[in-house]
């Protein structure tokens, strides 16, 4: 019998966001750019902020899901630097994902929004986040996204 999956909260990034550039539609979606401004991971031992540099690069398909891949750094209170790249799909009723758009609230418990971040440092007191698999539930706000991580164990 193989190991039954669990997972156990381990920090959370709330990220900071800028205005949308969109390239426009690119056969199979609109590309969307949201620039990464900053903000900060609070967890058990995990504590830093969001460098002020990366961006979430979408592509809204034609059926509103929205693919996303952001990249970016943290920069922990010990001075560690690691590098996220995240990706996921965010997707609910096409009334509340244009409501988002406009930057209007929306309960985020109405919006599927799953990603999985990978993490990257040469800090050996993090290492741990490069020997585990990672999920996250996430919430889209006006000016910011909060993205609660998990570890699967």
């Given at each position: 019998?193989?190991?039954?999956?669990?997972?156990?909260?381990?920090?959370?990034?709330?990220?900071?966001?800028?205005?949308?550039?969109?390239?426009?539609?690119?056969?199979?979606?609109?590309?969307?750019?949201?620039?990464?401004?900053?903000?900060?991971?609070?967890?058990?031992?995990?504590?830093?902020?969001?460098?002020?540099?990366?961006?979430?690069?979408?592509?809204?398909?034609?059926?509103?899901?929205?693919?996303?891949?952001?990249?970016?750094?943290?920069?922990?209170?010990?001075?560690?630097?690691?590098?996220?790249?995240?990706?996921?799909?965010?997707?609910?009723?096409?009334?509340?994902?244009?409501?988002?758009?406009?930057?209007?609230?929306?309960?985020?418990?109405?919006?599927?929004f799953r990603t999985t971040p990978k993490f990257e440092t040469g800090s050996?007191?993090?290492?741990?986040?490069?020997?585990?698999?990672?999920?996250?539930?996430?919430?889209?706000?006006?000016?910011?996204?909060?993205?609660?991580?998990?570890?699967?164990?």
């Amino acid at each position: 019998m193989t190991p039954v999956l669990a997972t156990k909260y381990v920090f959370t990034i709330t990220v900071r966001i800028g205005d949308v550039t969109s390239a426009g539609d690119i056969g199979h979606g609109t590309r969307r750019i949201i620039p990464i401004l900053g903000g900060e991971v609070r967890g058990e031992g995990v504590n830093g902020k969001v460098c002020p540099f990366g961006a979430d690069f979408q592509i809204i398909r034609p059926d509103e899901l929205i693919e996303l891949e952001a990249k970016y750094a943290l920069e922990l209170d010990d001075g560690a630097v690691v590098y996220v790249a995240n990706t996921g799909l965010r997707f609910g009723p096409k009334d509340l994902l244009e409501k988002l758009k406009r930057n209007e609230p929306v309960d985020p418990a109405l919006i599927y929004f799953r990603t999985t971040p990978k993490f990257e440092t040469g800090s050996p007191k993090y290492r741990w986040l490069m020997q585990h698999l990672f999920v996250a539930s996430a919430a889209r706000h006006a000016d910011r996204v909060v993205i609660d991580v998990h570890q699967v164990l």
